[in-house]
């Protein structure tokens, strides 16, 4: 019996084994705590970046209706004559769509360095600011329509700013595609400096190198799937 009760004590001192456990688990805890706030504002980056590419889309779409409508004014054959009914639908067409790009609201940089540091600590490397194409950007001309209806020429001269306009929105797309990958990089899953915290183990590590992976894969798609991509990463 004394010998079955002594082998219900592990050997040894125990003190400074349990101290130690202690410390580990605290600084555990604080460094998930820091993890969980930067995921919490990456979350809502992903949400502006969401926004951002449905912006991007619509600002593009009424491009490309305003190119549809002069293309139906010099491409028709044969040419609508000035002041033609048909000339002057496609003229107040432009015009409209012109009037809805200058009427958008568009948010904030959707990386603005208050969203990403101020809340979560985060210290990487700046993502680079991000802007809105907006009128003045795309530097579409209005076109008149009535008794100063525009010429044949001033349509041609339209036609080559949409081309430019399209190319700028492109720029635009890239770039939050670009900030977006940045931000998934910078999901820091260590603590800051002087905590001792043992490394991830081996599953851990495979998963977390999949998950950006996967977020890598979802950047060569349309902007608002990398941003979904983005979202569930932070999951």
Avoid: C, W
């Amino acid at each position: 019996d004394t010998v079955r009760e002594g082998n219900l004590s592990p050997p040894g001192p125990t003190g400074a084994q349990g101290g130690n456990e202690t410390v580990a688990i605290e600084e555990g805890r604080n460094s998930q705590g820091r993890i969980q706030a930067q995921k919490a504002v990456q979350g809502e980056v992903a949400g502006r970046i969401r926004q951002a590419g449905a912006l991007l889309d619509g600002v593009e779409e009424k491009i490309n209706k305003m190119d549809e409508a002069l293309t139906g004014i010099v491409k028709h054959y044969p040419p609508f004559p000035p002041g033609s009914k048909e000339r002057v639908q496609h003229l107040e067409s432009f015009s409209a769509f012109r009037k809805e790009i200058e009427r958008l609201t568009f948010p904030p940089d959707p990386f603005s360095e208050s969203a990403m540091e101020k809340k979560s600590g985060d210290t990487g490397s700046p993502v680079p600011q991000f802007s809105f194409p907006k009128m003045e950007d795309l530097r579409i001309p209005e076109l008149s329509v009535g008794p100063s209806e525009a010429t044949d020429e001033e349509i041609e001269i339209a036609l080559g700013s949409l081309a430019k306009a399209k190319g700028l929105v492109e720029e635009k797309r890239q770039a939050l595609q670009n900030g977006a990958e940045k931000i998934s990089t910078r999901t820091d899953s260590y603590p800051e400096a002087g905590f001792d915290i043992r490394p991830m183990d081996e599953d851990t590590a495979i998963e977390e190198s999949q998950n950006v992976e996967s977020f890598l894969k979802g950047i060569g798609s349309s902007l608002t799937q990398s941003a979904k991509s983005l979202a569930e990463l932070l999951e």
